[in-house]
């Protein structure tokens, strides 16, 4: 088994996502899921970027068994110094040592020249590894480095004691084909690559990173730098659970290939990170969105319902996500309803199951999101179905703040229409009048009572009433997006129970 070393960076470039910053404590945190998670290298901070930083790697290299801590430093003697005093307390130290090799950030940014760029490389490997065993060294801006320059500074720094040589596609300007090409360069051309791990780096500017790194380890690499989430500088890098999942799924085209990551723990760590850093995780992203295994469209639900993999390809339950999400929504058909009224513990029979179905069809058409709750409020309708001498055909209210409000109702009754209008102290007592009117019973409303079932401003309210009429109290209910409706309906319910006795 060829073992992909999973590097991850979300404690240093995941940091770096602005409005991302984390204190020491939350990075710790993080950082010993990463190690339940199973990550191989954990790239702890910059320490010498500023006193909490230096203080989190510190603690982290102190309290985090199992994986490789890391520090990271630019090529000068106080970030060396300043990485390898805090990196030290772990068993398992490495210092990153990294210095740009692009032609723009040598002249623009570093204004050096190769000669001197190439120096420094390989004294700022030597300095690190005086310190620590584990020293890893990046070409900053790799895949904009002229190739031949490229060789010749992977070649020294392997020479001056670097194990790793990571190559960043720092601006996320590679395309997979290309990136894929550039590691296979690096394999045959430099002539001591193996003694040294090719490792990649890949940011996400043109959505590439994941393709990037991919690519890459086809081509020889042995490490892929990731962060949770995907998490890191402008669009961040490539996302850990997107490779760690693409090499497992596609073993085919990934042969013999393995990491040592415990997918079950991508969701926990997932919605950690994110909870930690304050940055939502997209509903449709890969693997750990709260989209990523829900269905919604009719046609998909049967299908998952029938065999899970005619539209999943992964078991969410092996990402540690729980079920597989059935969304019930307008798209939604016959089978999935049913199988959530089972799920919830209803068994409607097929007249029932109709009327329900069709309820929720155009509950589904008023509201975005159908919640279980939902769902039983509708089979109750049905199990407590109280046979309707009068049913609701339609109604209509005025009312505001400066007009009496008025409601006009038509009941079905024995296959006729029956119409009244009524005023009343609110909207809802003018539709009781009316119904009163009609119905011919005078109902004494004893109780109200109403409460939203789920949440949000579409969410379907429940009216319960008790009404007495001729010494007899009776309850009704009735559900609707519309709180007049489910008070009409609440108060018809109630009617119909007074009407059969
Ligand atoms: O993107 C980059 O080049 C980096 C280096 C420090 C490895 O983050
Ligand atoms: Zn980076």
Same mark, same amino acid.
């Given at each position: 088994m060829n073992k992909i070393i999973i590097f991850d960076t979300t404690l240093r470039d995941g940091e770096q996502s602005p409005g991302a910053s984390l204190n020491k404590m939350e990075k710790l945190e993080i950082a010993k899921q990463l190690a339940v998670l199973g990550v191989d290298v954990i790239e702890a901070g910059f320490p010498i970027a500023s006193a909490g930083d230096f203080q989190a790697v510190k603690k982290t290299a102190e309290e985090v068994k199992g994986p490789i801590i890391c520090g990271l430093a630019r090529a000068l003697k106080k970030d060396i110094d300043a990485a390898c005093m805090a990196v030290k307390y772990s068993r398992r130290p490495r210092i990153h040592v990294f210095l740009a090799t692009s032609k723009i950030h040598m002249k623009y940014k570093l204004k050096k020249a190769e000669d001197e760029i190439l120096r420094t490389a390989v004294w700022a490997v030597k300095y690190a590894r005086d310190k620590v065993g584990d020293v890893e060294f990046s070409p900053e801006d790799a895949s904009r480095t002229e190739k031949d320059f490229l060789y010749r500074v992977v070649e020294s720094v392997i020479d001056a004691g670097a194990r790793t040589v990571n190559i960043p596609d720092t601006v996320g300007y590679a395309a997979p084909f290309e990136f894929g090409e550039l590691i296979k360069g690096i394999k045959e051309s430099v002539p001591n690559i193996d003694k040294a791990v090719i490792s990649v780096h890949c940011h996400n500017d043109l959505g590439l990173a994941v393709s990037n790194s991919l690519a890459a380890v086809l081509n020889g690499a042995g490490q892929i730098e990731c962060t949770m989430n995907g998490l890191g500088e402008r669009a961040g890098n490539a996302s850990l659970e997107e490779v760690v999942m693409a090499i497992k799924t596609r073993r085919d085209i990934f042969s013999g290939m393995s990491t040592s990551i415990n997918a079950k723990e991508l969701y926990r760590t997932s919605r950690l990170v994110s909870k930690l850093t304050g940055m939502p995780v997209q509903p449709n992203k890969a693997i750990v969105g709260i989209n990523a295994f829900s269905h919604e469209s009719g046609i998909h639900q049967d299908g998952v319902l029938k065999k899970r993999v005619t539209y999943e390809i992964i078991d969410p339950s092996d990402v540690g996500f729980g079920d597989t999400r059935i969304v019930l929504g307008k798209h939604s058909g016959r089978h999935a309803f049913r199988e959530r009224l089972k799920k919830l513990g209803f068994e409607l029979n097929d007249r029932e199951l109709e009327k329900a179905f069709r309820q929720f069809k155009s509950l589904a058409d008023k509201k975005k999101a159908i919640f279980d709750e939902d769902i039983e409020a509708i089979a109750e309708d049905q199990i407590r179905? =109280?046979?309707? =001498?009068y049913h609701l055909q339609r109604f209509y209210v005025a009312s505001g703040s400066q007009v009496k409000p008025q409601a006009e109702v038509a009941l079905g009754f024995r296959k006729k229409i029956l119409n009244a209008s009524s005023g009343g102290d609110g909207p809802v007592d003018a539709c009781y009048k009316a119904i009163d009117k009609i119905t011919g019973m005078k109902g004494r409303l004893v109780d109200y009572q109403l409460h939203s079932i789920?949440?949000?401003?579409d969410a379907l309210g429940e009216v319960t009433v008790k009404v007495e009429s001729g010494g007899k109290v009776v309850s009704g209910r009735g559900s609707s997006t519309d709180i007049i409706e489910a008070s009409v309906k609440a108060y018809l319910n109630a009617m119909n129970k007074l009407a059969k006795r």
């Amino acid at each position: 088994m060829n073992k992909i070393i999973i590097f991850d960076t979300t404690l240093r470039d995941g940091e770096q996502s602005p409005g991302a910053s984390l204190n020491k404590m939350e990075k710790l945190e993080i950082a010993k899921q990463l190690a339940v998670l199973g990550v191989d290298v954990i790239e702890a901070g910059f320490p010498i970027a500023s006193a909490g930083d230096f203080q989190a790697v510190k603690k982290t290299a102190e309290e985090v068994k199992g994986p490789i801590i890391c520090g990271l430093a630019r090529a000068l003697k106080k970030d060396i110094d300043a990485a390898c005093m805090a990196v030290k307390y772990s068993r398992r130290p490495r210092i990153h040592v990294f210095l740009a090799t692009s032609k723009i950030h040598m002249k623009y940014k570093l204004k050096k020249a190769e000669d001197e760029i190439l120096r420094t490389a390989v004294w700022a490997v030597k300095y690190a590894r005086d310190k620590v065993g584990d020293v890893e060294f990046s070409p900053e801006d790799a895949s904009r480095t002229e190739k031949d320059f490229l060789y010749r500074v992977v070649e020294s720094v392997i020479d001056a004691g670097a194990r790793t040589v990571n190559i960043p596609d720092t601006v996320g300007y590679a395309a997979p084909f290309e990136f894929g090409e550039l590691i296979k360069g690096i394999k045959e051309s430099v002539p001591n690559i193996d003694k040294a791990v090719i490792s990649v780096h890949c940011h996400n500017d043109l959505g590439l990173a994941v393709s990037n790194s991919l690519a890459a380890v086809l081509n020889g690499a042995g490490q892929i730098e990731c962060t949770m989430n995907g998490l890191g500088e402008r669009a961040g890098n490539a996302s850990l659970e997107e490779v760690v999942m693409a090499i497992k799924t596609r073993r085919d085209i990934f042969s013999g290939m393995s990491t040592s990551i415990n997918a079950k723990e991508l969701y926990r760590t997932s919605r950690l990170v994110s909870k930690l850093t304050g940055m939502p995780v997209q509903p449709n992203k890969a693997i750990v969105g709260i989209n990523a295994f829900s269905h919604e469209s009719g046609i998909h639900q049967d299908g998952v319902l029938k065999k899970r993999v005619t539209y999943e390809i992964i078991d969410p339950s092996d990402v540690g996500f729980g079920d597989t999400r059935i969304v019930l929504g307008k798209h939604s058909g016959r089978h999935a309803f049913r199988e959530r009224l089972k799920k919830l513990g209803f068994e409607l029979n097929d007249r029932e199951l109709e009327k329900a179905f069709r309820q929720f069809k155009s509950l589904a058409d008023k509201k975005k999101a159908i919640f279980d709750e939902d769902i039983e409020a509708i089979a109750e309708d049905q199990i407590r179905a =109280v046979p309707e =001498v009068y049913h609701l055909q339609r109604f209509y209210v005025a009312s505001g703040s400066q007009v009496k409000p008025q409601a006009e109702v038509a009941l079905g009754f024995r296959k006729k229409i029956l119409n009244a209008s009524s005023g009343g102290d609110g909207p809802v007592d003018a539709c009781y009048k009316a119904i009163d009117k009609i119905t011919g019973m005078k109902g004494r409303l004893v109780d109200y009572q109403l409460h939203s079932i789920t949440g949000g401003k579409d969410a379907l309210g429940e009216v319960t009433v008790k009404v007495e009429s001729g010494g007899k109290v009776v309850s009704g209910r009735g559900s609707s997006t519309d709180i007049i409706e489910a008070s009409v309906k609440a108060y018809l319910n109630a009617m119909n129970k007074l009407a059969k006795r």
